[in-house]
């Protein structure tokens, strides 16, 4: 059973900071994805990750995907408060036609002024 | 503007007293699912679909129903629901991961939160 690990699951960061989420999954994936939720809203995907070594940008948000390590961060680069968030990394399983995403638990980011 | 549309958004209810939530798409997406989110377990597949009258069970299927007789809609009934279906619920689409589309993400709706007494 494919078991999704994300840390850390609480993130208090100073705006300007730098930091990094880590999600780590326990079998192989077809694919690899980064979500954001504000509070009382829905999910939106924010990274597609396909394939070993892909790096994705948008602002101050980078996510990688290490296939070999079952690793994925996400890089946040000098954080503005607008990046306070819970953010969640799933695997992609397709399986006889089934899109399965298993989530992590999620990361909630504070970021403070 | 492309989105998935879930009602009710809200809803208190009591043990037993069955009920739909429903959820439609407009962006012609082969396949749909619903998830329920609740603290410290994050997202649960309940059902997905693969297309029309095309169903079938996620990880927590118990005491949920769904239906896909048009290709837009993809509701999720509770017969007989009970305290412990409280949660909050999200239907989410997908074109389909063939190599046409490889990598599309699902796109997710508002949210529903249900609360069962």
């Known amino acids: 059973e494919l078991k999704v690990e994300q840390n850390p699951l609480f993130l208090s960061m100073q705006e300007g900071k730098n930091y990094t989420i880590y999600c780590n999954y326990s079998t192989t994936s077809d694919r690899l994805y980064w979500y954001r939720q504000d509070p009382g809203k829905s999910l939106e995907s924010l990274f597609v990750?396909?394939?070993?070594?892909a790096v994705k940008q948008e602002g101050r948000l980078m996510a990688s995907l290490d296939t070999k390590a079952r690793l994925s961060t996400l890089h946040i680069t000098a954080a503005v408060h607008d990046l306070s968030a819970t953010y969640f990394c799933a695997v992609l399983q397709t399986n006889f036609g089934n899109e399965k995403l298993t989530f992590g638990t999620g990361t909630r980011l504070t970021i403070i002024p | 503007e492309a989105q998935v549309t879930q009602n009710p958004r809200y809803l208190i209810t009591v043990t037993g007293k069955k009920l739909t939530v429903t959820c439609s798409q407009n962006m012609n997406h082969e396949y749909m699912s619903w998830y329920r989110q609740d603290p410290g377990l994050g997202l649960r597949q309940i059902y997905y679909s693969m297309n029309v009258e095309v169903t079938d069970k996620g990880d927590v299927p118990e005491g949920y129903k769904v239906s896909r007789k048009e290709k837009r809609n993809f509701p999720l009934i509770l017969e007989s629901p009970s305290p412990n279906q409280t949660s909050l619920y999200f239907c989410?689409?997908?074109?389909?991961?063939?190599?046409?589309?490889?990598?599309?993400?699902?796109?997710f709706g508002d949210g529903t939160r249900l609360s069962i007494l």
């Open positions: 989410a689409s997908s074109p389909g991961q063939g190599v046409e589309a490889p990598g599309q993400p699902q796109h």
């Open positions: 990750l396909l394939s070993n070594g």
